[in-house]
Nanobody, 127 residues
Framework: QVQLVESGGGLVQPGGSLRLSCAAS????????IGWFRQAPGKEREGVSC????????YYADSVKGRFTISRDNAKNTVYLQMNSLKPEDTAVYYC????????????????????WGQGTQVTVSS
């Protein structure tokens, strides 16, 4: 049974940092592309970052480039999203998602390209 479980969300002040974790069970995570997405109230789900299954290539939305870093620990079967210099507009529920194939360039941030999803973790950036 494929399962993804996110953790690490919480309340942080602007300029602060959080590290989200996406723990996988039922499959070997390094054979899958893993994406991080977020959804704020009243907004559509948007792609944040992706790490490919092939060579570990990483992709970032323009809004988080230079602030967020995605990484993978194969020994722990876990993907991380390190989030620095957080802004109030980063407030959202963050989801990780997996797919056996890495979406083509230009499609890595499209939610429909991913088959498996976690339940989400809330990130709130506020003073």
């Amino acid at each position: 049974q494929v399962q993804l479980v996110e953790s690490g969300g919480g309340l942080v002040q602007p300029g602060g940092s959080l590290r989200l974790s996406c723990a996988a069970s039922g499959f070997t995570l390094d054979y899958y592309a893993i994406g991080w997405f977020r959804q704020a109230p009243g907004k559509e789900r948007e792609g944040v970052s992706c790490i490919s299954s092939k060579d570990g290539s990483t992709y970032y939305a323009d809004s988080v480039k230079g602030r967020f870093t995605i990484s993978r620990d194969n020994a722990k079967n876990t993907v991380y999203l390190q989030m620095n210099s957080l802004k109030p507009e980063d407030t959202a529920v963050y989801y990780c998602a997996a797919n056996p194939l890495t979406p083509p360039d230009g499609a890595t941030m499209i939610p429909l390209m991913y088959d498996y999803w976690g339940q989400g973790t809330q990130v709130t950036v506020s003073s």
